[in-house]
Nanobody, 123 residues
């Protein structure tokens, strides 16, 4: 079992920044591939970024590339999503997820999900 808890969401003006956290726990959590996804109002769940705890390659979705950065603290099993240059299009509930398959961009391949944290970007 893996437990995931996101935090750090809130309201920010366009052009601003936020840092989200994903605290992961569970006996085997370090062996899981991890992902960040988001779901805006009336939209499908969208891939944001994938990473793992061993320091392998991080991949980002096209819509956030160059603006969002993943930071990992392996000692705490906590990952951070640093979001810069935010736009109203980034408004969504952001989810952290864990799955057995590394580097998957498909939400259906993740077995464990956090409760999500709301990010609202005002224009």
């Amino acid at each position: 079992q893996v437990q995931l808890v996101e935090s750090g969401g809130g309201l920010v003006q366009a052009g601003g920044s936020l840092r989200l956290s994903c605290a992961a726990s569970g006996r085997t959590v370090s062996s899981y591939g991890m992902g960040w996804f988001r779901q805006g109002p009336g939209k499908e769940r969208e891939f944001v970024a994938v990473f793992n705890w061993s320091g392998g390659r991080i991949s980002y979705g096209d819509s956030v590339k160059g603006r969002f950065t993943i930071l990992r603290d392996r000692t705490k099993n906590t990952a951070y999503l640093q979001m810069n240059s935010l736009t109203p299009e980034d408004t969504a509930v952001y989810y952290c997820a864990a799955g057995r398959k590394y580097s998957s961009t498909y939400a259906s391949e993740y077995a464990y999900w956090g409760q999500g944290t709301q990010v609202t970007v005002s224009s």
